[in-house]
């Protein structure tokens, strides 16, 4: 059956995000999908999605939303709460890493993220339509969510409402935290256009994250990485991947990240492992990082590691009956029997 | 010797770069077009695990995989990579050949008036050059269906404005250095803009094919007036200007 969160505030900059649109790079089309795909496959898991399924990527302000057609389940991944408030006025904290069920009239209001993204997951993922595959907002082509833009108020996203019991939601036994420590990377591909010291530098030196940061990728400020005079920073466009990190003329890094164009001029010192771009999208201005070098196999069995984790996360994830919830389903049978909702009188006890 | 021994080069844990030279010129180009063959053909026969797409570029091929994927060691995919690169034969671009209006009107031309100055050409001049060239798409990239075009005569060559703007119209002719193209989108953007297609070349909803152009076609561009581009835009707009009616081998249909 077909459920619909109504937007009732668009928030800032919030968009619906997949595993992205592999397949079209060589015309030009970026990966783009969820900044930080493990979080988005935690909301997701908590409602018994595919991990990959579309879902909203909150970053500075979340959106409220309000179930207009059926019961919609939806789940919270990242540093984020928010208020559920009932049709009857009642209002709860809904915490990050469990579900919570809405009925229609009831309301979320997501609160904002600590630091970088956040996901809202919803019962069935966000069926909006996909485009060349993929469901994630790429705006500056107009692809994906709705429209290929950021929420807006009044948008309508189906999904599915949720089966079985709705009185029983799930939850994980702890968050699901990416681990501490430098931000590992491949050296190159343009390696080669940087001394030694450039490269002593990128591995020692601690570099502060820029507020000139988005979706497509990340300046860093630090000790200025130069180029060998007989190189230069400039190249013949070569391929280009999220985590790539290109040194421009000034000698300040900048981080690709899942909008990154799919092809770029300047040379390339390192590439960011892909078990450690999730990490990137946590990082606030302001925020340092430091980097440290792997090799390519090593890179790959991070990654594998890395899916033992979630694995390992997703199967303590068990069902449970939230404080309150035998009141509110009193409440809500009343409500369907007799049609009246007074948010001043106590709910009546079974 | 244009053309080096091609190398491997890794970009990050889950793609690897296979490069054929440092330079943008037509022989390095028709090797990076025939590896793009063999790869797809080495892909389709199971000889690489794991692979998603690539990207040819003007001297390289980028190869992504799949990181969850069983993948070959990293030694043995540079191995099967180079094999490849070093058996596959330079393929001359065989692509289509386009005839794409594009209105030089002042108003789509901010620089047009000020590169004629800096080359030492009158506005007349540049556009006779401009429209004489056959432009050749070395790849795509930076925006969804952005060619980049080899081609662009020295006499036109200038390095791109010393501040990008901050907003390129969608559908703008540009050029920078020895490079041509037409900007798909609205975006920033640091090319000389010398005119204007109503073409679309980019287009989501013609999901088998959404980029207008590919690596290898040819184009030629046709100065059209004001009121011939306003009239092609409007049926852009509504989706009716046909893809084939640009092409040159429909000319010589009845």
């Known amino acids: ?350 | 010797m244009l053309t080096a021994p091609p190398r491997v080069l890794a970009l990050g844990d889950a793609a690897l770069t296979v490069e054929f030279g440092s330079e943008i010129a037509p022989e390095i180009h028709a090797r990076v077009l025939g590896f793009a063959q063999a790869l797809e053909a080495a892909v389709a026969r199971g000889a690489l695990a794991g692979v998603v797409e690539w990207v040819p570029a003007y001297r390289s091929l980028t190869v992504y995989f799949d990181p969850a994927a069983e993948l070959d060691d990293p030694a043995t995919q540079a191995e099967i990579l180079l094999a490849l690169a070093r058996q596959a034969p330079a393929v001359a671009p065989a692509g289509r050949r386009w005839r794409i209006p594009v209105c030089f009107d002042a108003a789509f031309a901010p620089d047009l008036d000020a590169l004629a100055a800096a080359k030492g050409l009158t506005r007349a001049a540049v556009i006779t050059l401009l429209t004489a060239t056959p432009f050749r798409v070395y790849m795509l990239g930076f925006l969804p269906g952005f060619p980049y075009l080899g081609g662009l005569p020295e006499a036109l060559a200038l390095p791109r404005r010393a501040t990008p703007r901050t907003a390129v119209p969608a559908r703008s002719l540009a050029v920078a250095g020895r490079m041509c193209s037409v900007y798909p989108w609205e975006s920033p953007g640091g090319w000389h803009l010398l005119g204007r297609t109503p073409v679309r070349l980019f287009d989501a909803d013609h999901a088998a094919d959404p980029a207008l152009f590919h690596p290898g076609d040819e184009i030629r561009w046709v100065a059209i007036d004001r009121d011939t581009y306003e009239a092609l835009e409007r049926r852009a707009a509504t989706g009716g200007l046909e893809r084939g009616s640009l092409l040159v081998e429909s000319e010589a249909q009845p």
Request: proline share 9%.
């Open chain 1, 1 to 350: 059956m077909t459920g619909v969160l109504e937007v009732v505030e668009a928030g800032i900059a919030n968009c619906i995000q997949d595993a992205g649109r592999p397949g079209y790079r060589s015309i030009g089309v970026p990966l783009s999908g969820a900044a930080d795909p493990l979080l988005l496959a935690c909301a997701n898991r908590l409602l018994g999605n595919a991990p990959d399924s579309a879902a909203l990527e909150v970053s500075l302000a979340g959106p409220r939303l309000r179930a207009s057609a059926g019961a919609v389940r939806v789940a919270l991944a990242g540093a984020v709460s928010a208020r559920l408030i009932r049709a009857n006025g009642t209002v709860r904290e809904v915490p990050a890493w469990q579900t919570a069920t809405l009925f229609p009239g009831d309301a979320i209001a997501v609160g904002a993220p600590g630091a970088g993204v956040a996901y809202l997951a919803v019962s069935g993922g966000l069926r909006v339509p996909l485009q060349l595959g993929s469901r994630a907002t790429y705006p500056r082509a107009r692809l994906g969510g709705v429209a290929g833009r950021a929420l807006a108020t009044g948008d309508r996203l189906p999904c599915a409402t949720v089966g079985g019991d709705p009185w029983l939601e799930f939850r994980a036994a702890a968050p699901f935290e990416h681990p501490p420590g430098p931000i590992r990377v491949v050296l190159g591909p343009q390696d080669d256009h940087f001394d030694a010291t450039a490269l002593a530098t990128l591995l020692g030196a601690e570099y502060t994250v820029s507020h000139e940061t988005d979706r497509m990728g990340m300046r860093l400020a630090g000790p200025r990485l130069a180029h060998r005079a007989d190189r230069g920073a400039d190249i013949v466009s070569d391929g280009v991947a999220p985590g790539a990190i290109q040194v421009p003329a000034d000698g300040q890094p900048i981080i690709l990240l899942a909008d990154a164009q799919t092809v770029g001029g300047y040379a390339k010192i390192a590439t960011v492992i892909r078990a450690d771009l999730p990490r990137l999208a946590h990082l606030a201005p302001g925020a340092p990082l430091r980097f440290a070098a792997v090799a390519v196999a090593a890179g790959r069995a991070a990654y594998r590691a890395q899916a033992g984790t979630f694995a390992a996360w997703c199967a303590r994830i068990a069902p449970f009956r939230p404080p309150g919830a035998i009141d509110e389903a009193a409440l809500y049978a009343n409500n369907l029997v007799s049609g009246i909702v007074d948010a001043h009188e106590a709910p009546p006890r079974p």
